[in-house]
Every structure is written in structure tokens, then in C-alpha cells.
């Protein structure tokens, strides 16, 4: 009998087929309490992060953007005000509940008429060829089984010229700063996740699921086989996170 394929959920092994369902499950569990834990865990610089990553993206009035794993939908409504009403802001996310939040927080703020959004997986964007000026994915692509395919699909959607940012966790750059984020991660994010959201398991599983992720390099190396060319990242906080740009040539 032939040995069924496995991928990583954390630490564990899973059989592929597993990992999206049991993806799913932690972000229904932490939908509702995602921002505050997101500025808990962060100390409120994931906005700064983000507010890097949209002066990357290069987006101007009329363009159409696409934001995978969209969550909570900050980027969206930062591009939403940068496209204007002659542009599109695809929100895109795997999870309902998620998707659900974000689309709601927006419509309390206001924001919609150029905000679309849209219940997608990464690995197969239902979207036609070249439609994108821009792709981001934010504290997404990590929790992806097969992150290779979807880059290939997010190549595929981008208009020639487009560009595509990951924004990620990645390596510490010092081995002080890994030992001191080991610590927190494992210790006090759990904690954490318990006090605000009911829900150590979870938070376990987002810390983990950082430490398996491909770190700075090899992410980079991934893109150009991909297909983008470009490619180059920049460091924040250290390492803890990376901003990786790639072009669709």
C-alpha cells in the first residue's frame, strides 16, 4: 500500500488532505478575538509592518488589487482609499468566519462600493489571468500546505509588471533575539490566547506554524522558481518578520 502524503500542522504531521480542515478549525476558534490578540501579541507594530508593506505595493488610483488571507481587512481598507472608486480591492480569504469579520469591520467603517469580497483559496485563485496590479498575502502563506502552488497562482493572476508582497514571520537575525521570541512564543502567546480568546491550542498551533515556515532565503529562492523575478525581502523587528517583494515578469 502506498504511503499517503503528509505536510505539517505545527509541529505535527498531518496527511495533506487534513491540513486545511484542521487550519480552518483555528481560525473559526480565533476569528472573533483576532485584532486584540493581533495588537496583544504584536504590541500594536503589526501596524507598522502593514503600513510598510502597503508604501511597497506601489498602488495608485484605479488599480486592482488582491488581498489573500485578507483576515480582518486592515490592508484592504488602507488600499481601498488608495484606489478609489475607480479601482478594486479584492478581499480574499479561505475562512469564512474570518472573511465574515473582515467584511463586516469594513462595512461598520464605511468602507465598501470598491471592496469586493471573496471566499478563495490561495493554491487555486479562482481569478482570470493578469488581473492584478498587486497581490498581498499578511500572515497567510504559512499556514498554506502546498505554498509553492499558490505562489505559482498568484503569479499567474498578477498583470505582467505586477508585483506580489508576502508579509510574514520569519528568522530573528541574532541568536539572542531567537532565544528571547522562542520564549514568548511558546510560553507567553499561549497564555495569552487562553486569557482573551478561551483558547491556548490555537495560539500553540500559530506559534509553531511560524517556526516551520521557510525562512528568509529560502522564501526568496521559492519565488524566483516560481516564476518572479526581483525578488528581495526586508527584515523588521529584528527578523521576527519579513516583507518579501517578487515581480510578474
Request: with cysteine; glycine share 8%.
Amino acid at each position: 500500500m502506498k504511503d499517503r502524503k503528509t505536510t505539517h500542522f505545527g509541529y505535527q504531521e498531518v496527511p495533506v488532505e487534513e491540513k486545511a480542515g484542521r487550519v480552518a478549525e483555528v481560525f473559526h476558534s480565533v476569528a472573533a478575538r483576532y485584532d486584540v490578540m493581533n495588537d496583544l501579541m504584536s504590541g500594536g507594530v503589526h501596524r507598522l509592518w502593514k503600513r510598510f508593506t502597503i508604501e511597497l505595493s506601489g498602488a495608485r488610483p484605479g488599480q486592482t488589487i488582491l488581498d489573500i488571507a485578507g483576515g480582518t481587512g486592515d490592508l484592504t481598507a488602507r488600499f481601498s482609499r488608495i484606489v478609489g472608486a475607480d479601482g478594486t480591492v479584492v478581499l480574499a480569504d479561505i475562512n469564512e468566519s474570518m472573511l465574515r469579520v473582515g467584511r463586516d469591520r469594513l462595512l461598520d467603517r464605511g468602507i465598501a462600493g470598491n471592496v469586493v469580497p471573496v471566499q478563495a483559496d490561495a493554491q487555486y485563485l479562482p481569478f482570470p489571468d493578469n488581473t492584478f496590479d498587486c497581490i498581498t498575502i499578511a500572515f497567510g502563506l504559512r499556514n498554506v500546505t502546498d505554498k509553492d502552488l499558490a505562489l505559482r497562482s498568484m503569479l499567474r493572476v498578477l498583470k505582467p509588471g505586477g508585483r506580489l508582497l508576502v508579509l510574514e514571520f520569519s528568522k530573528p537575525q541574532s541568536k539572542l533575539l531567537e532565544k528571547v521570541y522562542d520564549q514568548y512564543s511558546f510560553r507567553l502567546l499561549p497564555f495569552m490566547g487562553k486569557l482573551v480568546a478561551n483558547d491556548a491550542e490555537s495560539y500553540r498551533y500559530l506559534a509553531e506554524s511560524i517556526r516551520m515556515h521557510p525562512d528568509q532565503e529560502t522564501l526568496k529562492q521559492m519565488m524566483a522558481d516560481a516564476g518572479f523575478v526581483d525578488c528581495e525581502y526586508h527584515n523588521m523587528t529584528g527578523g521576527i518578520v519579513a516583507l518579501h517583494k517578487g515581480i510578474k515578469p
